[in-house]
């Protein structure tokens, strides 16, 4: 074992378009958020067993107190694939700038980070691949029925189109198996984050969201459909750098967002604020309910639509220059 500690990061997430739609089988587009990280350290501790301290949340346990938590069963997981002996003294320190529960990827960007520095400490070599798979299945434990979207972008840390494609011709998302590719981004763009305020945990609205489209599968199936057409058009006007175009669809994808019982009164507040100071589009982003919404603007428009959102209640607001290679996010 080392005698060193081992540092690792990882982003925070966005999603540009096709949530919801994207855990039953139709793409998504998602980006990372490169200066929005959780860290974990990993030392040897001075005592026996496996010590976790998330220093933002004031808590710390060991992994023997409470062996049902998610990041408990993380370690175990990670351990048993690096081969790590067991008996270990370990102190695992946690620290993320992502709010909780706010639709920008913080427990995935957690458990990524936790696998990261272990596998450094351990001096393994994972892939991002690998990465994502141990992640997925702490997403599974959290969310129930995810799509592995936040897993993938956050481990592979590149805007990235996200479809689980259907292998069995049955149309359920257990059936479906996930791929990912890079997306052209044409032109450079920006977009501010607003954040309700309201923290709500994925699997509400997702949970939801199931029991609604096994009571009526083909009106939600219908809605689906013209998300996943969203998302195509979307990827295609990445491709060309054509804003005003991604301005209407991203409007369009939340009017959609809307129909499938998502959004909510804040998240439509900060959506119709934006688009009243000048955004060329806007949309709640993530599973909803709470959390954030993003807005497509112009630049030199920034400020000004910055403040709308505030005065319409936004609990914080953060800008981002999306680009081909990184994304990074600035508060305002
Ligand atoms: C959550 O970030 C995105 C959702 O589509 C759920 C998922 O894909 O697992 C709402």
């Given amino acids: 074992m080392q005698s060193i ?11 540009l378009c096709g949530e919801h739609a994207v855990v039953y089988g139709r793409p998504a587009i998602a980006l990372p958020l490169r200066d929005l ?8 501790a001075p005592s026996p067993g496996i010590h976790f301290a998330a220093l933002d949340l004031s808590d710390k346990w060991r992994l023997d107190q409470r062996p049902d938590d998610s ?16 008996n270990l003294a370990l102190m695992i320190r946690i620290t ?12 995935a960007a957690v458990a990524t980070a936790l696998v990261r520095a272990l596998a450094a400490f351990f001096t393994a070599d994972l892939s991002a691949a690998t990465i994502s798979e141990l992640v997925y299945q702490n997403e599974r434990r959290l969310h129930g029925t995810p799509s592995g979207i936040d897993n993938t972008v956050v481990a592979f840390e590149q805007p990235i189109w996200f479809e689980r494609k259907n292998q069995t011709h049955t149309p359920h998302p257990s059936s479906l198996t996930p791929s990912m590719e890079p997306i052209t981004i044409a032109a450079p763009f920006t977009l501010l984050i607003a954040d309700t305020g ?8 997702v949970g ?3 029991r609604r489209w096994q009571a009526d599968t083909p009106r939600y199936e219908a809605l689906f459909d013209q ?22 669809l991203l409007d369009q994808n939340h009017v959609l967002l809307c129909e499938l019982g998502v959004s909510s009164t804040e998240l439509d507040t900060l959506v119709a604020a934006a688009k009243h100071a000048g955004a060329l589009g806007a949309k709640l982003s993530g599973a909803g309910w709470g959390g954030v919404m993003l807005a497509l603007v112009d630049p030199g428009d920034a400020t000004r639509v910055a403040a709308s959102l505030r005065t ?6 953060l800008e981002t220059m999306v680009t081909a290679a990184e994304i990074s996010a600035n508060r305002l």
């Fill in 5 to 15: 500690t081992y540092t690792a990061s990882s982003p925070g997430k966005l999603i």
């Fill in 37 to 44: 990280r959780a860290t974990v350290a990993v030392m040897p």
């Fill in 71 to 86: 990041l408990s069963l993380l370690v175990g997981e990670t351990l048993r694939y690096l081969n790590a002996q067991p």
């Fill in 96 to 107: 993320s700038v992502i709010p909780i529960a706010s639709g920008m990827g913080s427990g």
């Fill in 198 to 205: 309201v923290r709500s945990a994925t699997k509400l609205p």
């Fill in 208 to 210: 939801d969201l199931r």
């Fill in 227 to 248: 998300i996943g057409g969203v998302a195509h058009a979307v990827r295609a006007a990445l491709a060309e750098g054509n804003m005003p175009e991604l301005g209407r």
């Fill in 312 to 317: 319409a209640g936004a609990a914080s607001v």
